[in-house]
């Protein structure tokens, strides 16, 4: 099985590498579009476009090797996993949120990190008898059981977790349940440690049973590694309110006030702002590669930078940006050029051939992954400004955000 999954990682990454050649537009050459035409830029900015579909498209796949994988493991273990729980009986159940979130791209966890994951290697405890509605006269005993590794619980096939209030006695198959003395732990947390009570005679801490590792899981489930508890009769209990958690969507939690009653709730999506403004305040003459704006007006989500004038994508989205200039009497031609990942996008130019001035303002949008670097060129002729004046300036927001 580990072979299996080192062949895919490596022509995973393989694949990725043969998208773009260059893994970051920010290493390709400096200047190297300078004096030519400006079918030879937008041909470089195509090229750039057409590299960030490809990575996208790598991305997608990886994702759908990577579910395919952990269905592999979960059949593994189905072999593997009872003879060490001895005289429990594991079933097998279709992975929850089934056909519900194929369309759902993300890529946060390193392929390494997943192979360790507890969320992917796991056996699966599906005992109706462990439920909080059941009360049997049999009284079943977890200090009984070799635990070994992690579990996930289910009931009937369906994703269930362990109840964060006191359980009544003679509930889930057993004399005193055992429930989680602690909230669930939230995706960030990653694994944490949780104390488990059991109740017993009025006191629902009566067994203070040794406490457990838990994680919460992408999918909205959590693993469980289950210990022996202090004595018998203990076991842990499965909440049967919690069965809704396992239907709940990749962009929901599942939520009580109660701990009696769950729902799925969907989570606020909070967006990055990031706009920024700000403006040069003397004049400009002839090639200034990239010009300073020291005086910045609106920076928010900390793109911009004051010391050296350029803009840091800090997400991946589309951004718009804008950037001005006025022209006095010259009569020369005034270049200013906005640069993206050292190409050149959009130039604003102006040719004043009289005694007169003009103000010239162009704007541009694209897609942007995070870090690319933007900045505005001076390439030729005179641009004035003064320190009031707001007359060189240069400015973007991000508009909608790509996770
Ligand atoms: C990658 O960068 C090198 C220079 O470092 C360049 O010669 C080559 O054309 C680039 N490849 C692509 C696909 O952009
Ligand atoms: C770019 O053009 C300027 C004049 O427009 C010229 O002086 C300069 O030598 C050119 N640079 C290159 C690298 O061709
Ligand atoms: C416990 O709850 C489940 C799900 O609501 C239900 O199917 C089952 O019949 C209940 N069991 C008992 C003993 O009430
Ligand atoms: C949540 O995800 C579902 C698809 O899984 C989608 O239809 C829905 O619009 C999403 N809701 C929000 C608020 O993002």
């Known amino acids: 099985m580990v072979v299996f999954a080192l062949a895919v990682f490596v022509t995973l990454s393989s694949c990725s590498l043969g998208c773009s050649g260059n893994k970051t537009s920010a290493e390709l050459k400096m200047w190297s579009v300078e004096n030519q035409s400006v079918a030879v830029q937008l041909a470089a900015v195509f090229k750039e476009m057409e590299s960030l579909r490809c990575e996208q498209t790598t991305l997608q796949q990886q994702q759908q090797q990577q579910s395919a994988l952990t269905q592999m493991h979960m059949r593994k273990g189905q072999s593997g996993g009872q003879q060490e729980v001895g005289t429990h009986v594991l079933t097998y159940g279709p992975p929850d949120n089934e056909g519900e979130d194929d369309d759902d791209l993300y890529f946060s966890e390193e392929d390494s990190r997943r192979r360790g994951d507890p969320c992917f290697h796991y056996t699966v405890l599906d005992q109706a008898w462990r439920a909080t509605n059941t009360t049997t006269k049999s009284k ?43 909230p669930h732990p939230k995706l960030r947390d990653g694994i944490v440690t949780r104390r488990v009570c059991g109740h017993w005679k009025k006191k629902c801490c009566a067994f203070q049973s040794t406490p457990i590792k838990v994680k919460k899981c992408r999918g909205n489930y959590f693993v469980y590694k289950f210990t022996q508890p202090s004595t018998c ?3 842990y209990c499965a909440d049967i309110n919690t069965l809704v958690c396992g239907r709940c969507r990749r962009n929901q939690s599942c939520e009580s006030r109660d701990k009696i009653n769950w729902r799925c709730k969907t989570k606020r999506t909070r967006s990055r702002k990031v706009i920024f403004f700000a403006s040069f305040p003397g004049q400009i003459k002839g090639k200034v590669n ?6 910045v007006l609106v920076n928010v989500g900390r793109g911009f930078s004051r010391r050296s004038g350029k803009f840091r994508a800090p997400v991946k989205g589309i951004y718009q940006f804008f950037f001005s200039t006025q022209t006095a009497n010259t009569g020369q031609k005034t270049d200013l050029w906005l640069v993206i990942n050292n190409y050149w996008v959009a130039v604003s130019h102006t040719h004043v051939s009289r005694p007169s001035s003009v103000g010239s303002l162009s704007t541009y949008m694209t897609f942007l992954r995070k870090g690319a670097l933007v900045y505005v060129t001076h390439n030729c002729g005179r641009s004035w400004a003064n320190s009031a004046s707001t007359t060189i300036t240069f400015g973007g927001s991000l508009l909608a955000q790509y996770k």
């Open 233 to 235: 009769y203990l076991a």
């Open 290 to 295: 990239q010009i300073k704006y020291s005086k």
């Open 140 to 182: 079943m005993c977890d200090r009984n059981v070799r635990w070994k590794g992690w579990y996930r619980l289910f009931y009937r096939g369906r994703s269930i977790q362990m109840p964060e209030r006191c359980v009544p006695v003679d509930k889930c198959g057993t004399h005193s349940p055992l429930w989680l003395a602690g």
